[in-house]
C-alpha cells in the first residue's frame, strides 16, 4: 500500500534542516554592496599588537608588482573564500589587511584573528592592483600550501589555528601552472 503524498510530504519537509536567514539580494533592505575597503578596519594589527593576531610570511613572488592581500574566513567550505558583502550580510566574521609589495626583503603582515579558534585565510599577490584575483597573472596561497586544481581547496586543507596571542604563519604563493592547477614557481 502506497502512502499519499499529501501524508509524507509533512514528514520528508521535517527531515530538512531550517533554512538559514535569507541573505538580501542588491536592490532588497540590508543589501551591502562587495567593496574593498571592507574587514580592513577590523583586521588591522594595532602597534604592538597582542592577538589574537596571526603574523603571515608570504615568500615566492613573481615579481614586485601590485598590491598583496590577507583575507581570514570562518573555517567552512561555505564560507572560505565567499564574497565579503555575503559573509558582513550574513554577521559572520571577515577580516582583511592589504599593502603594496615591498620593492624587495621579505614581506611579513599582520592581520587581527576575528578571536582564537580555528580558522581559514587566503594571500593574494594582485599583480594589477584591481582588488580581484585573476587567474592568468594573480598568485594565491593558504596555510598548508595545498595543491590547488580544479578550484578551491577544502576549508579543512587551508585552515590555521589562531591562539590567544601572535600565531606566525608562513605562506607559499602559488601561480598559474597548467591549465587547472597552480603551484609555487620553481626555483633556479
Not at 593576531?53 to 590577507?70: P, Y
Not at 594582485?126 to 600550501?145: A, W
Request: net charge positive; aromatic share 6%; charged share 20%.
Amino acid at each position: 500500500m502506497t502512502l499519499p503524498i499529501v501524508r509524507i510530504l509533512p514528514a520528508l519537509l521535517a527531515l530538512l534542516p531550517v533554512a538559514a536567514a535569507a541573505i538580501p539580494v542588491r536592490g532588497e533592505p540590508g543589501y551591502v554592496a562587495p567593496n574593498p575597503a571592507m574587514g580592513k578596519a577590523e583586521g588591522q594589527c594595532r602597534p604592538n599588537e597582542t592577538g589574537p593576531a596571526v603574523t603571515v610570511t608570504v615568500s615566492g613572488f613573481r615579481d614586485r608588482e601590485g598590491l598583496v592581500r590577507i583575507e581570514i574566513y570562518p573555517a567552512t567550505d561555505e564560507d572560505f573564500l565567499a564574497g565579503d558583502n555575503k559573509l558582513i550580510m550574513a554577521g559572520k566574521p571577515f577580516r582583511r589587511v592589504e599593502q603594496p609589495v615591498p620593492p624587495s626583503g621579505p614581506v611579513v603582515m599582520c592581520i587581527r584573528a576575528p578571536s582564537p579558534g580555528t580558522w581559514t585565510l587566503s594571500v593574494l599577490h594582485d599583480r594589477d592592483s584591481n582588488h580581484k584575483f585573476g587567474l592568468s597573472i594573480d598568485g594565491v596561497g593558504v596555510p598548508n600550501d595545498p595543491r590547488m586544481c580544479f578550484g578551491k581547496p577544502k576549508a579543512s586543507a587551508a585552515s590555521f589555528r589562531a591562539g590567544p596571542g601572535m600565531t606566525d604563519l608562513g605562506i607559499t604563493l602559488q601561480y598559474r601552472r597548467s591549465l587547472f592547477c597552480l603551484g609555487p614557481l620553481k626555483t633556479r
